[in-house]
């Protein structure tokens, strides 16, 4: 039995075939790989949009129950700081004219004025 997997054709546009490309050429890869990057990329943001949606539906529903898993998420994570985690500082350049402090204190906010 062959391990080498099946391929097939699809159809794009052009554009999106010469997008496909120049990332696939910038990055020394080929174009398949790119693509299967881009779809697990799009499964990751799907998965956590979806996650997303139930977490603020438990929070509606079950007021109780969301405020027991955050406290529960801070006892093993620790309090929320509303800084940049420090391993990415320095690594995230923000657009010009963000301000840090109103990020970190509407993010609190959604924290529950934390």
């Keep these: 039995m062959s391990t080498e ?3 097939t054709t699809i159809r794009v546009s052009v554009i999106t075939r010469d997008k496909i490309a120049r ?3 910038e990055e020394g890869r080929p174009m398949t790989e790119v693509l ?4 697990q990329d799009y499964e990751k943001k799907k998965f956590l949009k979806r996650l997303g949606e139930q977490m ?3 929070r509606r529903e079950d ?4 405020a027991e898993y955050l406290a529960e998420f801070e ?5 929320p700081s509303g800084r940049i985690a ?11 004219g963000f301000d840090e402090s109103s990020w970190t ?8 004025g934390k």
């Design 105 to 112: 204190s509407a993010r609190n906010e959604e924290q529950g």
């Design 23 to 25: 990332y696939a050429h």
């Design 63 to 66: 007021p109780e129950g969301y």
């Design 75 to 79: 006892i093993w994570q620790g309090p």
């Design 5 to 7: 997997q099946k391929t």
């Design 56 to 58: 603020e539906r438990t």
């Design 36 to 39: 299967e990057e881009a779809l």
């Design 86 to 96: 420090p391993e990415w500082e320095g690594l995230i350049d923000f657009p010009e």
